[in-house]
């Protein structure tokens, strides 16, 4: 396996600045295996979904995690935290996080917002040796000085400014703790929700905190190679007997996949996951997947690979052709992965 099996050129023009207005306004690619691909629009959805179905989403929320500051000396720095160190359950002040500039920050440096209150202290790195713990200073409850001081952490690729930071969170979003917000889920309205239901889809949820292997390619001649981090994944016993019970099991996005498969694959409802997804899996639960187009030489794309094979290819090359957008605000496929 080769890294240049997962490149394709993307031009920059289509990477997708701005979420289709209104969400479901996106369009989807519907796979349809050796046949040609349909062009539709995300509201057409529950045209293609079938009674008997549950529609399985990750309701994580992204949290504004990204924080702007500055050091003693007056150097800029900016901290994306990624998640508590004490898990949900913590309180939420130490955090595994990304930091710049890395080589330059000392263990106790405090980093200080405009007004010069200190925010963050740094502390050590992790095993992982890309990522900080720090601690967040301050009184009172560390989202709330979150929601004061973060900025949301749109991925480097989107430069145009959000004028509303909801767009970036799902309609359904529950816990926060999220890096980056589980894109696929964007294209979701309450109407639409509805009319899946109404069409006799179940719904379940699932939590996948979504972190560090959203920012990182991977670089290693051999994809298999790569390090992929771990993350916090929730699935409850009732939506695992859900999935066993279902005609098929739709997944929305890659996160619910990966939260999906962990739990089936482990044997575990919750905790850590470093499942690397990728060509030979073995599926335990996911049928079908509604999922946005991806950058190069990503796991995300290893992923795609592995449930529907080579012909992700011809589905790319056909929404390069056409009018697509790509990655985080850009438009959907279906794929099946029994066709």
Request: hydrophobic residues 40%.
């Amino acid at each position: 396996m080769l890294l240049a099996d997962f490149n394709y050129e993307l031009p920059e023009e289509r990477i997708a600045q701005t979420p289709a207005d209104p969400r479901d306004s996106a369009q989807l690619l519907i796979d349809q295996g050796a046949a040609d691909p349909l062009h539709r629009h995300v509201r057409d959805l529950a045209e293609f979904l079938r009674p008997g179905d549950l529609l399985v989403v990750n309701d994580s929320k992204v949290i504004p995690a990204r924080l702007r500051l500055h050091r003693g000396s007056g150097g800029a720095a900016e901290v994306l935290l990624l998640e508590p160190v004490g898990g949900s359950d913590g309180d939420r002040r130490v955090w595994e996080a990304l930091v710049r500039p890395g080589k330059k920050l000392k263990i106790g440096e405090q980093l200080f917002t405009d007004d010069g209150a200190a925010l963050v202290e740094i502390g050590a790195r992790t095993a992982a040796g890309d990522t900080f713990h720090v601690t967040l200073l301050g009184d009172g409850d560390p989202l709330d000085l979150l929601a004061g001081h973060g900025d949301m952490p749109l991925p480097p690729y989107i430069t145009t400014p959000l004028t509303d930071l909801g767009r970036y969170q799902t309609v359904y979003a529950s816990e926060p703790g999220s890096a980056a917000a589980p894109t696929a889920g964007l294209h979701f309205t309450p109407e639409l929700l509805a009319r899946i239901e109404a069409a006799g889809v179940s719904l379940a949820r699932v939590e996948l905190v979504v972190g560090l292997d959203t920012f990182q390619p991977m670089s290693a001649p051999n994809p298999l190679d790569h390090q992929i981090h771990s993350e916090r994944y929730r699935v409850s016993a009732e939506v695992l007997d859900a999935c066993r019970a279902a005609k098929r099991v739709v997944a929305v996005g890659t996160t619910a996949t990966r939260a999906l498969e962990s739990a089936a694959t482990f044997d575990r409802l919750d905790g850590r996951t470093r499942l690397f997804i990728h060509r030979g899996y073995d599926w335990k639960l996911v049928d079908v997947l509604m999922t946005n187009f991806h950058l190069p030489r990503t796991t995300l794309l290893m992923m795609i690979d592995a449930f529907v094979g080579p012909r992700w290819r011809r589905l790319y090359e056909d929404a390069l052709a056409g009018d697509y957008r790509f990655l985080s605000f850009g438009d959907a496929m279906l794929l099946d992965r029994s066709l």
